[in-house]
């Protein structure tokens, strides 16, 4: 084929890729905000059970664990405890 051969096949597909033909404009409206900041999201079982046995767990150590270190000296099982926790700092060499 000749270079007029081409031209006259394809001008017409130049024709409107350069001037296309006027279509009709989608007139959407535009997003006030984006789904994710419009809906909060929601929690899921786990994550309600989760939380509420975070809840509990604290509820659980403030009733348990000694307010002061004088009042853990009154318990001979956090005696062993802080006694366990400086026999490690001395076995790695912490201090």
Same mark, same amino acid.
């Given at each position: 084929?000749?270079?007029?051969?081409?031209? /006259?096949?394809? %001008?017409?597909? !130049?024709?409107?890729?350069?001037?296309?033909?006027? &279509? @009709?404009?989608?007139? #959407?409206? =535009?997003?006030?905000?984006?789904?994710?900041?419009?809906?909060?999201?929601?929690?899921?079982?786990?994550? /309600?059970?989760? %939380?509420?046995? !975070?809840?509990?767990?604290?509820?659980?150590?403030? &009733? @348990?664990?000694?307010? #002061?270190? =004088?009042?853990?000296?009154?318990?001979?099982?956090?005696?062993?405890?802080?006694?366990?926790?400086?026999?490690?700092?001395?076995?790695?060499?912490?201090w």
């Open positions: 084929p000749i270079q007029n051969d081409w031209v /006259l096949l394809f %001008q017409p597909m !130049f024709d409107e890729l350069l001037n296309p033909p006027p &279509s @009709v404009l989608n007139q #959407t409206p =535009k997003a006030i905000a984006p789904i994710a900041e419009a809906i909060p999201p929601v929690s899921t079982r786990l994550q /309600l059970h989760e %939380q509420a046995l !975070f809840c509990y767990y604290d509820a659980f150590l403030t &009733s @348990v664990e000694p307010k #002061t270190y =004088k009042e853990a000296l009154t318990q001979s099982c956090w005696i062993e405890a802080m006694q366990e926790e400086l026999n490690e700092f001395e076995r790695l060499e912490v």
